[in-house]
């Protein structure tokens, strides 16, 4: 296969006009306090629906530049609590913070991705008849509105991004492919970097190697751990040897039952007997 490198990239979307000024891969913003160490705050987290409690008073931080897996069996509020920190679900009870100072149950799904959320459902979402190139360019952190996208241009910095990003995900070659053409691991890999071109400071990413081939599998890991300590992440995920290769010794949380279950290094949860009985031991 083909490689292209920077400048034959820049040679084939080679365009003049105004850019965006934003930076990749920083994990602090002015807008977000992080001094203590923390991006993310969930502190007596409750979410009741018709009287079944999703989330049950739970309790969680995740440092700044950190990669957090969580693991849990079906129904252990996962889901829940990242529409909790996306905006998707309301809070009955308890606080989320995103830094020290930005609460997120006060604010509406689009307020909290512009402050640098973003969350990757399981199923991939590109814009399949475009290419790869064009979903990069369209994700994108710039001015959306109408006039401004029908007669946006890219600048040599925004190309510089696009590549790095491609080169990142390693698709520099398929940059003038169409989306839909891609293997179902280099789908995901596009959409997370869709994500990254949205400079988000949190990555939430829901069971992101679900359906890859073994090697999808492994380069998947290979990405986030490129990606540890440049951006923050919440990985869900249920396949353990996925988790063992990217926790690398950090925390992993297990939920049960709306709560945190368990915390530690891989090695420790696997040897919670609590953690055995609900999860691992089936």
């Known amino acids: 296969m083909n490689t292209v490198n920077h400048a034959q990239l820049e040679q084939a979307t080679q365009s003049n006009g105004p850019g965006g000024s934003a930076s990749y891969g920083r994990v602090k913003t002015p807008g977000v306090d992080t001094t203590h160490g923390a991006i993310l705050y969930l502190e007596s987290i409750s979410v009741v629906f018709d009287g079944f409690k999703a989330l049950n008073d739970l309790s969680l931080d995740i440092g700044v530049g950190e990669l957090r897996c969580i693991i849990g069996p079906n129904g252990a509020g996962k889901t829940t609590m990242m529409d909790v920190i996306t905006g998707k679900t309301k809070p009955t009870a308890g606080t989320a913070f995103f830094g020290q100072n930005i609460d997120l149950t006060k604010m509406q799904e689009s307020e909290i991705a512009d402050?640098?959320?973003?969350?990757?459902?399981?199923?991939?979402?590109?814009?399949?008849?475009?290419?790869?190139?064009?979903?990069?360019?369209?994700?994108?952190?710039?001015?959306?509105?109408?006039?401004?996208?029908?007669?946006?241009?890219?600048?040599?910095?925004?190309?510089?991004?696009?590549?790095?990003?491609?080169?990142?995900?390693?698709?520099?070659?398929?940059?003038?492919?169409?989306?839909?053409?891609?293997?179902?691991?280099?789908?995901?890999?596009?959409?997370?970097?869709?994500?990254?071109?949205?400079?988000?400071?949190?990555?939430?990413?829901?069971?992101?190697?679900?359906?890859?081939?073994?090697?999808?599998?492994?380069?998947?890991?290979e990405l986030l751990n490129d990606l540890r300590g440049k951006h923050s992440l919440m990985v869900v995920e249920h396949d353990m040897d996925f988790v063992n290769q990217i926790s690398q010794g950090g925390k992993v949380t297990v939920l049960c039952e709306g709560s945190v279950l368990a915390e530690g290094t891989m090695q420790q949860v696997q040897s919670d007997q609590r953690v055995i009985e609900v999860y691992l031991g089936r």
């Open 115 to 221: 402050v640098g959320i973003g969350r990757k459902f399981q199923r991939p979402t590109v814009f399949e008849n475009h290419t790869v190139f064009e979903n990069l360019e369209l994700a994108m952190k710039t001015n959306k509105h109408v006039k401004q996208t029908l007669f946006a241009r890219l600048n040599s910095y925004q190309r510089d991004k696009i590549a790095d990003t491609l080169e990142l995900l390693r698709l520099m070659s398929e940059y003038k492919r169409p989306a839909g053409l891609l293997s179902h691991g280099q789908k995901q890999w596009l959409e997370i970097g869709m994500l990254l071109m949205q400079e988000p400071l949190l990555l939430l990413l829901d069971e992101p190697v679900a359906g890859m081939t073994d090697a999808e599998t492994e380069r998947t890991g």
